[in-house]
């Protein structure tokens, strides 16, 4: 059975693999800064360490600030460089295969135009900064290492099989619509016309999965999507999944929309799920579920 690291190991994206379904495949262990978890890593003594690691076959690196944590202070891209550079000479010390999950938000005309992974990268952005220097670390690091890593770009991931902690759920986009259409029984949008992609969580740990079972590791960037929508469409999709879900009527407010195509985004063909929207609209469900019972038990 595989042995993976995680490094982020308490963070949002770390608990959808946590509780995954089908958790036989694989043999996760979870790293985490946090001095609560269960296995703390202090990163500045990773490399007086690095034997300890000496049997794991994969690492998954999650470890890094979100952009509310990076507006507030954006030395930590340089924290986080480091990070990635000391897991970058750890996979290398003994051969472990790195997966990174950058970020769409890389890209300087996300959920503007059509995108490939040639396109303009946004700089200014201190998220989207962080996520390309973790990158140009990972390709520096490995550019005498075959068959070594692989970087995915992903998009807005969304929905937990397990309600943990509303702080750890909070900062996405279909999470903070679901709350607000729970606590205010009204969704006001400003921008209707905004295009983001989005992913389900079940869909995020399959692909993670099946990277690892492919063993596809090309030394490459993959854009992974699944469904492109604006936020008006979105936003309806919510309210109509209130009334059918928790029998909840909500309004819609929308602002401002206007009508265009929406964007495509050019992936690799060996990692392209086909999209189910039965799939999509039952992780938005169990959103709408789990957040209903907490917040009637609250």
Same mark, same amino acid.
């Given at each position: 059975m595989p042995r993976i690291a995680v490094f982020g190991g308490t963070g949002y994206l770390a608990? %959808?693999?946590?509780?995954?379904n089908n958790v036989k495949k694989n043999k996760y262990i979870f790293f985490s800064r946090k001095k609560s978890s269960?296995?703390? #890593?202090?990163?500045? %003594?990773?490399k007086k360490n690095f034997d300890d690691f000496r049997n794991f076959d994969f690492a998954l690196h999650l470890a890094g600030?979100?952009?509310?944590? $990076?507006? !507030?202070?954006?030395? $930590?891209?340089?924290? !986080?460089?480091?990070?990635?550079?000391? #897991?970058c000479d750890l996979c290398i010390s003994h051969n472990i295969k790195l997966i990174y999950v950058s970020s769409m938000q890389i890209y300087k005309n996300y959920g503007k135009i059509n995108l490939s992974i040639n396109s303009k990268i946004n700089l200014k952005n201190f998220y989207s900064k962080s996520h390309f220097e973790s990158e140009k670390i990972i390709k520096s690091k490995f550019s005498n290492y075959k068959s070594m890593f692989t970087i995915i770009r992903i998009g807005n991931i969304f929905g937990f099989k397990k309600f943990e902690k509303l702080s750890k759920i909070k900062n996405n986009l279909i999470h903070d619509l679901s709350i607000l259409a729970l606590k205010k029984k009204k969704i006001v949008v400003k921008n209707g016309s905004i295009q983001r992609t989005f992913i389900p969580s079940q869909i995020f740990v399959d692909m993670i999965n099946l990277i690892i079972k492919k063993k596809f590791f090309k030394n490459s960037i993959l854009n992974f999507i699944y469904k492109n929508l604006n936020l008006k469409s979105i936003t309806q999709i919510i309210q109509k999944r209130c009334k059918l879900a928790i029998n909840l009527k909500v309004d819609v407010s929308i602002k401002k929309f206007?009508?265009?195509? #929406?964007f495509k985004i050019y992936s690799n063909k060996n990692f392209k799920f086909v999209c189910i929207d039965k799939i999509f609209l039952i992780e938005i469900d169990q959103i %709408?579920?789990?957040?209903?019972?907490y917040f009637?038990?609250?």
């Open positions: 608990s %959808l693999i946590k509780n995954q269960s296995n703390y #890593i202090n990163y500045s %003594l990773l600030p979100n952009y509310d944590q $990076l507006k !507030k202070n954006k030395n $930590l891209i340089e924290k !986080k460089n480091q990070i990635t550079s000391m #897991i206007y009508k265009k195509n #929406i %709408l579920k789990n957040l209903n019972k009637n038990n609250k």
